[in-house]
């Protein structure tokens, strides 16, 4: 069983700092489609599956919600929360 949120610990690393030592804008988007696929995985979906196994194979996201509370500074690690609506 999953619990909701589903929480993704992601690693960050320099080069996604901006020159201030804050996690870029643009990298959020990316964590949360790294911890989107976990969830995928946990849930059972397989990229490689037929898409009479898989008919949820190819997917869109129609939105990203992303709630800036606080600077993430510096590498290390990051919890990312999926949240389904």
Request: hydrophobic share 40%.
């Amino acid at each position: 069983m999953i619990s909701v949120p589903y929480r993704s610990r992601q690693r960050v690393y320099f080069d996604d700092l901006d020159a201030l030592n804050i996690l870029h804008n643009m990298r959020y988007l990316l964590l949360i489609e790294r911890a989107r696929g976990e969830l995928f995985n946990e849930l059972g979906f397989r990229w490689e599956d037929d898409l009479s196994v898989n008919p949820d194979k190819f997917s869109v996201i129609a939105e990203n919600r992303i709630q800036y509370l606080v600077p993430f500074r510096g590498e290390g690690h990051v919890n990312v929360d999926v949240v389904p609506v």
